[in-house]
């Protein structure tokens, strides 16, 4: 991560740091009491599994390592699913899985959404069954747990895998589903949900577990804008700057040169150039039918902002300040960008930041590893 950007991480889990130090509980926020029992169910558990998969975060595949699993040893080799493959890039991933190769575990890139790539993890995972199922009858029944921090994808998974599994057609019509939701600690029980007969394979859906202990300031901050952990213990606005700091840094803005307002390909399909007043943006509002057409054209507003003021830039952004007064003038331009209304005040730049933090989160803003291979 490059210098300034590592500046503007440090900012956030600092700040977070900061208000843990000030509520002075015992346990950081995130750790609550249905956390706590679900690591004590977990630990009693993982002896108990066959084949455990660990689902990370494949934007941070360090940072998102499960603490629970590397302080409790298992006899089955884990299988690391680096989960949101769609968001962090295949090709960026590809050096990542010959890393966890190379260190002796089972390793892919995965996307929930996505069914080839489920049925390669479904394959992984039958692969490991077969091997300890050896020669025993037909009737083995081999149980997966799908582990990890909160809000990785386990849920999706779980759900993805019962779907795509090779079950019984009678089966298939009573399929389970886990509660999916891009909130962290929506899961709070153990679920079982069958994947494969002959031999039964039942995954286990479980609660995302993280470490009580408080983590380095640029991981937390890492964890809080992946999603990992709640947005509520710092501003949007200083995760969305974090946010922005990765961006300029990055190669990514470079490929919306074309969406540029220098640029014009009729491509801003009645999108305003001054700043709305409220009452206009209402009125706008009334005649706008909210299509994903519309998601479409504000994506592309606010990429071709964010590619002509990074490329309009004439500072430094190697330097804190610079790269500050960038970020303040992209909030500037993604106000209006973003349908924001000035009579918002003060409150502008944070519904700027929460709508950015969204796009991001919903990989409409490109690729972004943001951990660094050792
Ligand atoms: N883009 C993308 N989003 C995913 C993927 N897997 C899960 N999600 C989203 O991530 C959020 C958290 O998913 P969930 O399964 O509830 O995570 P859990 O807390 O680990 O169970 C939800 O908004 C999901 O739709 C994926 O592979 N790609
Ligand atoms: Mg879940």
Redesign the pocket.
């Known amino acids: 991560m490059a210098a300034t950007t590592t500046h503007f991480a440090r900012q956030v889990g600092t700040a977070v740091k900061e208000k843990i130090g000030r509520i002075k509980r015992v346990q950081p926020p995130w750790y609550t009491s249905l956390m706590a029992a679900a690591s004590r169910a977990l630990v009693e558990r993982l002896p108990l599994v066959d084949v455990i998969v660990e689902?990370r975060d494949?934007r941070i595949p360090l940072s998102s390592e499960c603490e629970l699993l590397r302080n409790n040893l298992c006899s089955a080799r884990p299988i690391i699913a680096l989960?949101?493959?769609?968001?962090a890039g295949r090709s960026g991933l590809q050096g990542w899985t010959h890393y966890f190769r190379a260190t002796n575990c089972i390793s892919c890139g995965?996307?929930?959404?996505?069914k080839e790539?489920i049925k390669q993890l479904l394959g992984l995972i039958q692969r490991q069954v077969r091997e300890l199922r050896g020669t025993s009858q037909a009737n083995y029944t081999a149980t997966v747990m799908?582990i990890?921090?909160?809000?990785?994808?386990?849920?999706?998974?779980?759900?993805?895998l019962h779907q795509v599994g090779r079950i019984s057609a009678a089966e298939k019509g009573k399929l389970r589903h886990?509660?999916?939701?891009?909130?962290?600690?929506?899961?709070k029980d153990i679920r079982s949900f069958k994947i494969g007969s002959h031999p039964n394979i039942f995954v286990l859906?479980?609660?995302?577990v993280l470490s009580h202990d408080v983590p380095d300031v640029e991981v937390l901050s890492k964890l809080i804008l992946t999603?990992a952990i709640e947005d509520i213990l710092v501003g949007r606005k200083e995760i969305a700057e974090y946010f922005l700091a990765i961006l300029n840094s990055s190669d990514q803005y470079k490929k919306w040169a074309k969406l540029s307002s220098d640029n014009t390909d009729g491509i801003y399909h009645g999108t305003p150039t001054g700043c709305l007043t409220f009452s206009e943006f209402q009125g706008k509002k009334k005649k706008q039918i909210p299509t994903d057409h519309t998601q479409d054209d504000i994506v592309r507003h606010v990429r071709g902002r964010l590619f002509e003021t990074v490329t309009s830039f004439d500072g430094n952004i190697s330097y804190e300040d610079e790269m500050g007064t960038l970020i303040t003038r992209q909030f500037t331009a993604l106000q209006e960008a973003f349908h924001v209304s000035a009579e918002c005040g003060e409150d502008a730049h944070v519904k700027v930041a929460g709508k950015l933090l969204n796009l991001f989160?919903?990989?409409r803003l490109g690729h972004y590893i943001l951990d660094h291979l050792p």
Request: proline share 9%.
């Open positions: 689902v494949a989960n949101k493959e769609d968001l995965v996307d929930a959404h996505n790539s799908l990890g921090i909160p809000n990785v994808g386990k849920s999706a998974l779980a759900n993805a886990a509660k999916v939701s891009p909130e962290p600690g929506e899961t859906d479980t609660p995302g999603g989160r919903t990989g």
